[in-house]
């Protein structure tokens, strides 16, 4: 086999989606030893086409090489036996098991039996080779995000994966935990192992990869090589063809009280927090607040609490000045509040159902959609088709099921749902997380919209440059507690970097 032959090479390969051609006639090749990125925006066909390569779905045209060799992919097997290894946005490990059980699961064994020994040797022989180290007792329901991704990989790397592809693998991750990723995957490719990227932070595929990939729609449109010239508008630019625009925050009118929140202690700050300060917090009609904080801590609680998903501990919840007494989703929606929360499957949508249900997941008892305790399927089929529209929710079918969707687009489909019926509060979590430039751009359009028409914004973020972008103020979370609040005139990402790794101890430190 000559030594330029490609590890994997995709010809003219082509996916439908009943009538919707997720890829068209794609070519792509990925050589030994190479970390290739592949962009799009969403929908744009990437996770479909790595999808064909790992067994998931199988083409409908075209042909897949292996070392130059034409093979039939049916399953995840068939992938697996060939050395192809794929790592998911979402981890696909069992809580339940331990970092080895999980590792071990499927593996042949020796006379019958799984060998547990050979297990741990392989395991302590990935972490030596690629500084990938997990304890192999710990449950994997006990790993942070980014211990559970490290999982993933080893997992494949323990099936002797050759070809690896990566989706959105930092998406959850923490700059330093990304920084570890990168540095085995540069070890990997040291050992010929061929790296397929997935991810839309732009400045990251620029670090890691040796060429670049761009689909759009289905197509590959560009393959250009990472030499240096590269920067991230013009990857932009060949994602969207044209150039994306950038939201600017503009000075608002600030109105009255919306949402306050007086003397609010999580539920389960008596367990994981002890005895943190109760959270005071107003945002105003207009107003944009973001929520700063160091994943875990007590945002996602603080979101849910809110919006009525959890019982507080104790405190109040008050809205346009009357305190709401034992709040549930039913009745916070029907004051006027709406929930996005950062888990699209497991908290926002059904993945089962098709888009069409979705999108009237949380007002489908309510008119329009039901008259008389019957659904009016013809109000809810106007209704999903005007929004997917609007918010350009790809494949645009209605009767797709929504766990086909990209990442970014099941996110684009729960802010099309719940920004339609114009709410006076707004308590969304991770925005963008997996969206394109261009959707990004679409979601901070939509965001600037709403505080202009005089909504109260909650908003929870990772991204510390998405919270400068929007933010009227930023409140910074820390083990339960809010321990900084102030304009974005005064805020500096130092003073709220401080704040989230150090909490009150910052702001001591600082006087």
């Not at 990723?181 to 397929?196: M, P």
């Not at 549930?328 to 996005?340: C, D, E, F, K, T």
């Not at 489908?364 to 399927?377: K, N, T, Y």
């Amino acid at each position: 086999m000559p030594k330029d032959t490609p590890i994997l090479s995709l010809s003219g390969i082509t996916k439908r989606f009943g009538g919707a051609a997720a890829n068209k006639a794609v070519n792509f090749e990925l050589g030994r030893g190479e970390i290739v990125g592949l962009l799009g925006e969403n929908g744009a066909g990437k996770t479909t086409l790595m999808n064909v390569v790992f067994g998931l779905y199988q083409p409908d045209e075209g042909t897949i090489r292996v070392d130059g060799v034409p093979v039939g992919i049916n399953t995840t097997a068939d992938a697996i036996s060939l050395g192809i290894g794929m790592v998911h946005q979402h981890s696909h490990a069992v809580a339940r098991h331990t970092v080895l059980e999980n590792l071990m699961t499927g593996l042949p064994g020796r006379r019958g039996l799984l060998d547990r020994q050979a297990a741990l040797r392989r395991l302590s022989e990935i972490g030596e080779a690629y500084g990938l180290q997990l304890d192999p007792g710990r449950l994997v329901g006990d790993l942070a995000v980014g211990e559970q991704q490290r999982l993933d990989i080893i997992r494949a790397l323990f099936r002797k994966a050759r070809v690896l592809i990566l989706d959105e693998p930092t998406s959850v991750l923490t700059p330093q935990e990304a920084e570890g990723l990168f540095s085995a995957l540069r070890a990997l490719r040291e050992d010929n192992v061929g790296i397929v990227f997935i991810s839309h932070k732009l400045n990251e595929v620029r670090a890691i990869t040796d060429r670049i990939v761009i689909m759009r729609r289905g197509e590959a449109v560009a393959d250009v090589p990472n030499d240096g010239t590269l920067t991230n508008v013009g990857l932009a630019t060949l994602m969207c063809g044209h150039e994306p625009e950038r939201v600017v925050r503009q000075p608002g009118r600030k109105g009255e009280t919306r949402l306050s929140l007086k003397g609010l202690k999580l539920n389960d700050a008596r367990h994981r927090h002890g005895a943190s300060q109760p959270i005071d917090l107003d945002i105003h009609a207009g107003e944009i607040v973001g929520i700063a904080g160091v994943s875990g801590n007590g945002q996602v609680r603080l979101a849910e609490t809110v919006s009525g998903v959890e019982p507080a501990f104790a405190g109040e919840i008050r809205m346009d000045g009357r305190a709401i007494r034992n709040p549930s989703v039913r009745h916070m929606q029907a004051r006027g509040l709406a929930y996005i929360p950062e888990d699209r499957i497991g908290a926002g949508l059904v993945g089962a159902l098709p888009l069409l249900d979705n999108m009237v997941l949380s007002r489908f008892a309510e008119a329009p959609f039901a008259r008389r305790g019957w659904l009016d399927w013809r109000a809810i089929l106007d209704f999903a088709t005007r929004q997917i529209e609007s918010y350009d929710v790809r494949p645009p079918d209605p009767r797709i099921p929504v766990g086909l969707l990209s990442g970014g687009n099941q996110q684009k489909a729960i802010i099309a749902r719940e920004l339609a019926f114009s709410p006076r509060v707004l308590v969304i979590a991770q925005p963008t997380r997996g969206l394109d430039v261009s959707a990004i751009a679409f979601v901070h359009q939509a965001l600037m919209k709403l505080r202009g028409e005089g909504c109260a914004i909650m908003l929870i973020s990772d991204d510390l440059d998405e919270l400068f972008q929007l933010s009227d103020r930023i409140a910074v979370m820390y083990e339960g507690e809010i321990v900084c609040d102030m304009p974005i005139e005064e805020a500096t990402v130092s003073t709220i970097g401080l704040a989230m790794t150090e909490g009150r101890a910052a702001e001591r430190r600082a006087a």
